[in-house]
């Protein structure tokens, strides 16, 4: 099978992820099955983003993902590429992706993202 188009990285342990990364999974299931996509759990492989320089609290705090060439998005960026090939919410991808609004978006999911990481932190989901 030819290497995913996109892999995401992400951690089951936070109740909010996994849910957000369920829901993916299943409007994404056909290209999951054609192995465009694969998503995977940080908690059974800690080390898999370490040569790149990610630390698996990285992971924990944000989505990390690696696309086909071996390139590596974090963040929002990842949430980016998610929708974009998310079948219907391509025009999410173009509106949260573009230009103009990429900041915004990043900046936006930064600081939720160090919300949901210190909550989970507090509620021990490691």
């Known amino acids: 099978m030819p290497k995913p188009l996109l892999t995401v990285w992400y951690n089951t342990r936070c109740p909010v992820c996994d849910a957000g990364i369920s829901r993916q999974k299943r409007r994404l299931i056909e290209a999951i099955k054609a ?17 790149y320089g990610v ?13 086909a060439g071996g390139r590596l998005l974090v963040g929002a960026d990842v949430a980016v590429a998610v929708l974009r090939t998310t079948p219907g919410e391509g025009w999410l ?9 990429l900041p915004l978006t990043r900046l936006a999911y930064d600081r939720f993202a160090d919300l949901l990481y210190a909550w989970n932190r507090r509620k021990g989901r490691w």
């Open 35 to 51: 192995g465009r996509i694969e998503f995977r759990d940080i908690n059974s492989e800690p080390a898999a983003l370490a040569g």
């Open 93 to 101: 991808a173009t509106l949260f992706g573009n230009p103009v609004i």
């Open 55 to 67: 630390l698996l609290e990285d992971i924990r705090r944000r989505l990390h993902a690696t696309d």
